[in-house]
């Protein structure tokens, strides 16, 4: 059993999350998300997360003056109603006080409200009821068109004079497949939410050849000319 496997039920994730509102940045079950926190506010979330039950909950300010604001310490701006909650898998210490972990994600998660906390950090509580299909592993993967995307992703390297593992990514599942290109796609904040909120995996997988192919499309000859 992997560490994220324990979470067999909703009922066995918590009602409050702390959370990490970082725009372009999306977490999405069973995927990884390295994040390097050095903000006093989020060593001390690591922290209390560490000596806790080790879940974060990744979520997006709510658009663009949400985002500029989330940079200033003590506000609090509106926030997207879905975000996906991580355990803390790795952790490491630099000698410059940052700290550099690794999520995992469990599932995604609605906000229902806020708590007036006391923490520097933000607290949220969730509701996990809509998501509960995130906790089964691969679930519904066979429906995803997986060769449409291996082909719109070849063309997206190509185009950009960009290279891939092939071997790792003719062995990775559907469900990792896709939303690991989801993660580290280079969409914007509002691109990186549809994706995130995509009800199924194969809708997650349509939005991102349909935003891929878009971007293609975009391209002029000289932008996708290799120098």
């Known amino acids: 059993m992997t560490l994220t496997e324990q979470y067999s039920d909703t009922a066995d994730l918590p009602g409050v999350l702390p959370v990490f509102p970082l725009a372009g940045a999306i977490l999405l079950p069973r995927g990884q998300l390295p994040l390097n926190i050095f903000e006093d506010r989020y060593l001390k979330m690591v922290d ?12 997006q300010p709510d658009g663009d003056e949400a985002i500029a604001a989330s940079q200033i310490e003590g506000k609090k701006p509106p926030l997207c109603a879905i975000g996906c909650a991580g355990r803390i898998t790795s952790f490491a210490e630099t000698g410059d006080g940052r700290i550099v972990i690794t999520l995992t994600g469990i ?4 906000i229902t409200g806020e708590l007036p906390a006391m923490t520097p950090y933000r607290q949220c509580e969730v509701s996990w009821d809509e998501f ?25 390297l190509d185009t950009h004079g960009l290279q891939a593992d092939w071997r790792a990514i003719r ?41 891929t192919e878009k971007a293609l499309r975009e391209l002029t000859p000289g932008d996708a000319t290799v120098q």
């Open 171 to 211: 062995l990775s599942s559907n469900e990792t497949l896709v939303n690991s290109l989801c993660t580290i796609s280079p969409y914007g904040p509002r691109e990186k939410q549809a994706l995130l909120e995509a009800k199924t995996l194969e809708d997650r997988n349509q939005m991102l050849i349909a935003l």
């Open 132 to 156: 509960a299909d995130d906790l089964t592993a691969g679930h519904d993967q066979d429906k995803v068109s997986r060769e449409r995307l291996l082909e719109i992703l070849k063309e997206y």
């Open 48 to 59: 209390d997360a560490i000596r806790g039950d080790r879940i974060i909950g990744m979520v």
């Open 107 to 110: 599932a995604r998660f609605r």
